[in-house]
């Protein structure tokens, strides 16, 4: 199973151009599930609607109940912004948590599940987006929690370990990503663990998705380094299912001459 998280900057840069950079760049990928970040949805459009038809998958779409901030960045009042899954099966269940913070930093995050009707099994799958300032690692920790309890309600039924996607605007030594996975700390919810898929990466690999290469990527926010994850519940499911083969980065320079976002992609292979 072919697993795909992706942050895809909403509205911002050439976005129409962009557009077709991030299919072209799916459809060569052939992915079987895909977890995206800040997708829009405006004038009757959605890009993950637009992309999910491409492609030949289901979608599922959760827009941000408070897009305001984000409206205010582009100077446009009616785009909508969202966190949507495409898959490859149909999309059985679904449910949306929003994503606390404190006033000064809510715009409307939130962590959408999809259960996917995969023959052999169904796959409790998530994608979130974390937020994004660069202090806000206690903000982070709480919504890491919620994550945690928001999986646990829904991961039953299945042997395929709950698959967890998103731009959690952590590294991937944060206080957050250490909580959420619980395999460094005491775990969020008592006994609930996940492996990030990278650590099964070839350790000479480029690993940032948040790259200073990216001509779209503020230097000033930073060194280059990886934010996006592609999470699987621990252990792996009694045939194998879950178990990690193989991970990479995807979309990380032009396609048709144009960057697809300012983040990279997260490409994983799973047993199942």
């Given at each position: 199973?072919?697993?795909?998280?992706?942050?895809?900057?909403?509205?911002?840069?050439?976005?129409?151009?962009?557009q077709?950079?991030?299919?072209?760049?799916l459809?060569?990928?052939?992915?079987?599930?895909?977890g995206?970040?800040e997708?829009?949805?405006?004038?009757?459009?959605?890009?993950?609607?637009?992309?999910?038809?491409?492609?030949?998958?289901?979608?599922?779409?959760?827009?941000?109940?408070a897009?305001?901030?984000?409206?205010?960045?582009?100077?446009?009042?009616?785009?909508?912004?969202?966190?949507?899954?495409?898959?490859?099966?149909?999309v059985?269940?679904?449910?949306v948590?929003?994503?606390?913070?404190?006033?000064?930093?809510?715009?409307?995050?939130?962590?959408?599940?999809?259960?996917l009707?995969?023959?052999?099994g169904?796959?409790?799958?998530?994608?979130?987006?974390?937020?994004?300032?660069?202090?806000?690692?206690?903000?982070?920790?709480?919504?890491?929690?919620?994550?945690?309890?928001?999986?646990?309600?829904?991961?039953?039924g299945?042997?395929?370990?709950?698959?967890?996607?998103?731009?959690?605007?952590?590294?991937?030594?944060?206080?957050?990503?250490?909580?959420?996975?619980?395999?460094?700390?005491?775990?969020?919810?008592?006994?609930?663990?996940?492996?990030?898929?990278?650590?099964?990466?070839?350790?000479?690999?480029?690993?940032?998705?948040?790259?200073?290469?990216?001509?779209?990527?503020?230097?000033g926010?930073?060194?280059?380094?990886?934010?996006?994850?592609?999470?699987?519940?621990?252990?792996?499911?009694?045939?194998?299912?879950?178990?990690?083969?193989?991970?990479?980065?995807?979309?990380?320079?032009?396609a048709?001459?144009?960057?697809?976002?300012?983040?990279?992609?997260?490409?994983?292979?799973?047993?199942g």
């Amino acid at each position: 199973m072919r697993v795909v998280t992706w942050n895809l900057w909403w509205r911002f840069g050439p976005w129409r151009e962009r557009q077709k950079a991030i299919l072209a760049v799916l459809r060569e990928l052939r992915p079987d599930v895909v977890g995206l970040q800040e997708v829009w949805a405006a004038d009757g459009e959605n890009l993950a609607e637009w992309l999910a038809g491409a492609l030949g998958m289901h979608c599922a779409w959760a827009p941000s109940p408070a897009p305001e901030r984000w409206r205010r960045r582009i100077d446009d009042p009616t785009a909508d912004i969202g966190t949507a899954v495409l898959s490859r099966w149909p999309v059985t269940e679904r449910d949306v948590l929003r994503l606390s913070a404190p006033d000064d930093l809510d715009d409307g995050r939130l962590a959408l599940y999809a259960r996917l009707a995969r023959p052999g099994g169904p796959v409790p799958f998530f994608t979130t987006h974390f937020t994004s300032a660069l202090h806000a690692s206690a903000v982070r920790c709480q919504q890491a929690a919620a994550l945690a309890e928001f999986v646990a309600a829904h991961r039953h039924g299945t042997g395929f370990p709950p698959v967890v996607t998103g731009d959690f605007n952590a590294r991937p030594d944060s206080d957050e990503i250490r909580l959420f996975s619980g395999t460094r700390t005491a775990p969020a919810v008592p006994g609930q663990v996940f492996f990030d898929a990278w650590e099964y990466a070839d350790p000479a690999a480029p690993s940032a998705t948040w790259d200073t290469t990216n001509p779209y990527v503020h230097a000033g926010l930073g060194p280059s380094v990886r934010v996006d994850y592609v999470l699987v519940g621990a252990p792996a499911g009694p045939e194998g299912e879950g178990t990690v083969l193989d991970v990479r980065r995807a979309g990380h320079g032009p396609a048709n001459g144009v960057w697809p976002s300012d983040h990279a992609a997260v490409v994983a292979d799973l047993e199942g």
